[in-house]
């Protein structure tokens, strides 16, 4: 089993940044697809971020483009999230996920069905 652990969440104020990060093993864990998702109380687990085992394709929701980045190191099995100039919103939980790649994924890498495994969550609160 692959496994998943999510760190760096926090407080920040409106405009400010944080950087969130996943660390991955298990068995074959340098090739799976990862992606980061988003969910307030009473919304759906929305897709943020996703890349692929190389790092060579990425994805972004269109609200997040030009604020956050994604990347990942595969000496320490790591996967982060830079994200910049936050908004003031309900408290959200950032939740990583990983999959073994497929021509699925490729179309869909924000889609949160596509991911076999998941880690428990980090939380962020952003304040006016």
């Known amino acids: 089993q692959v496994r998943l652990v999510e760190s760096g969440g926090g407080s920040v104020q409106a405009g400010g940044s944080l950087s969130i990060s996943c660390t991955i093993s298990g068995a074959s864990s340098l090739l799976y697809c990862m992606g980061w998702f988003r969910q307030s109380p009473g919304t759906e687990r929305e897709g943020v971020a996703a890349i692929n085992d190389g790092g060579g394709y990425i994805s972004y929701a269109d609200s997040m483009k030009g604020r956050f980045t994604v990347s990942r190191d595969r000496t320490s099995n790591t996967v982060y999230l830079q994200m910049n100039n936050l908004k003031p919103t309900a408290p959200g939980t950032y939740y990583c996920?990983?999959?073994?790649?497929?021509?699925?994924?490729?179309?869909?890498?924000?889609?949160?069905?596509?991911?076999?495994?998941w880690g428990q969550g980090t939380q962020v609160y952003v304040s006016s």
């Open positions: 996920a990983a999959v073994l790649g497929t021509a699925s994924w490729y179309r869909e890498p924000l889609v949160r069905n596509q991911y076999r495994y």
